[in-house]
């Protein structure tokens, strides 16, 4: 970027996205997701500890990324539209239908919103299933990664990915993988969020920057 | 996704491409894939080589527009060919990598180019060098560059250990190529290795099916 000769800061006039690293990975009986926590208006770090986890039910989550406000309102569209659905249904929301909601709006404003939600789950017919929605398609993957950090650790994932892995080296993987992204990509950073979602209901943690794993260089 | 837009922004045959440089214990890996590319969707050569040898220890690799990087390292052979006549010895892997810097700093106005150049000598042993596109010249234990590179940086930073044998390394840069091959559409083709030490040069071709394969392919 060129030198900025204005006298405003640049949070003043810059877009605020969450520039971003998610990852969300299955295992047998659930998911892991995990994000960074950094917020950002151009350079400036307008929020270093935004926990871009966010609930849609009780055992389906969504990771964000792209636009802040687009980003978080279609989450709360869509918490609203599963509970309303939820009741109606009698039961708790299948993760293939928080996707598909999420997917409706994603492709139906597509040219006004730019955001990419990742959403992850468990629900008793699928069990732990992540679904991408990105640009308006849905697609269910045993993982998946995205935000601008991601470009930086597909290398990684693809190497170090292997099916039924347990809980405790999904966890593992999604925390390495994080720590490698933040520290390439400068909109990613702060700390890192964890959510383990299985039959027994969803377990949130937050690993601080100086507790994430390093490598060779640090 | 993001890319390295410079390589994607070129005109006329890029290599965009991915290139890397490791150091190990008693040598250095120079490797590259064997795509170029005209604006992204056409690939206008399957099998280009793109590591140079620019003297007996010492090669470099290019990345970005294929006519300038050309350019450049004719040049620079000759000039290092010169310096080491004048010599009377090999020349530095330094002084080889001072001379593309030379180049491509005077000159950045012009070039899109940038490279590694990586080689053995008898002051300093296996050395790597990157000069990057405005014309810095660093010195690492590894380096990787090129449109594909975007997606090894992870990979990369997570399974480098300094002081490698020659058969560890050897897996790391076949990997490291392998995935960012899968990656990245303007990289691909076969695999380019070189292995430089002490005792000689040993060039090795891994063919895109001979080359490790990842979980979901």
Redesign the interface.
């Known amino acids: 970027k060129m030198l900025d000769d204005s006298l405003e800061p640049g949070w003043l006039s810059e877009e605020v996205k969450t520039g971003t690293t998610i990852i969300a990975i299955e295992f047998d009986g659930g998911v892991v997701l995990g994000s960074d926590s950094r917020v950002s208006a151009g350079e400036t770090v307008v929020n270093r500890v935004m926990n871009k986890l966010s609930l849609l039910h009780d055992k389906i989550y969504c990771a964000l990324s792209g636009s802040a406000a687009d980003a978080q309102t279609i989450a709360e569209m869509v918490n609203y539209q599963l509970d309303v659905h939820s009741i109606e249904v009698g039961e708790d929301p299948q993760v293939r239908s928080a996707a598909t909601l999420v997917k409706n709006i994603s492709y139906k404003y597509k040219e006004e919103l730019s955001a990419h939600l990742i959403v992850a789950g468990w629900d008793k017919r699928g069990g732990g299933q992540v679904y991408v929605t990105l640009n308006g398609l849905l697609s269910r993957q045993p993982f998946a990664v995205g935000g601008?950090g991601?470009?930086?650790?597909?290398?990684?994932?693809?190497?170090?990915?292997?099916?039924a892995m347990s809980k405790e080296d999904c966890q593992q993987f999604v925390v390495?993988?994080l720590s490698?992204?933040m520290?390439?990509d400068g909109s990613s950073g702060g700390v890192a969020y964890l959510v383990t979602i299985d039959e027994k209901g969803a377990e949130e943690k937050c690993i601080l920057g100086n507790e994430l794993p390093t490598?060779?260089?640090q | 996704?993001?890319?390295n837009l410079i390589d994607s922004q070129i005109k006329g045959v890029s290599t965009g491409t991915t290139i890397l440089a490791v150091t190990f214990n008693g040598g250095v890996i120079i490797g590259s894939d064997s795509r170029a590319s005209i604006g992204g969707y056409y690939v206008s050569s399957k099998t280009i080589n793109k590591l140079i040898q620019v003297h007996d220890r010492i090669f470099c690799c290019i990345a970005g527009s294929l006519a300038d990087a050309q350019a450049v390292t004719k040049a620079a052979k000759f000039q290092i060919s010169f310096h080491s006549i004048q010599m009377e010895s090999p020349p530095l892997v330094k002084a080889a990598a001072s001379v593309l810097k030379e180049l491509c700093y005077n000159n950045k106005e012009e070039l899109q180019a940038g490279f590694i150049t990586a080689g053995w000598d008898r002051k300093k042993g296996p050395q790597v060098y990157t000069v990057a596109l405005g014309g810095m010249l660093l010195s690492q234990p590894f380096t990787i560059g090129g449109s594909g590179s975007?997606?090894?940086?992870?990979?990369?930073?997570?399974?480098?250990?300094?002081d490698m044998s020659k058969e560890e390394c050897l897996q790391f840069a076949t990997?490291?190529l392998a995935?960012?091959m899968?990656?990245d559409n303007v990289s691909g083709g076969v695999a380019h290795l070189v292995v430089i030490t002490e005792e000689g040069v040993e060039h090795i071709v891994i063919p895109g099916d001979k080359l490790p394969k990842?979980?979901?392919e």
């Open positions: 601008s991601s470009s930086y650790v597909y290398g990684f994932v693809d190497a170090e990915y292997r099916k390495n993988t490698l992204a520290s390439r490598f060779y260089d | 996704m993001e890319r975007t997606y090894i940086y992870g990979y990369a930073d997570a399974k480098y250990k300094p990997n490291a995935l960012a899968g990656r990842f979980h979901d």
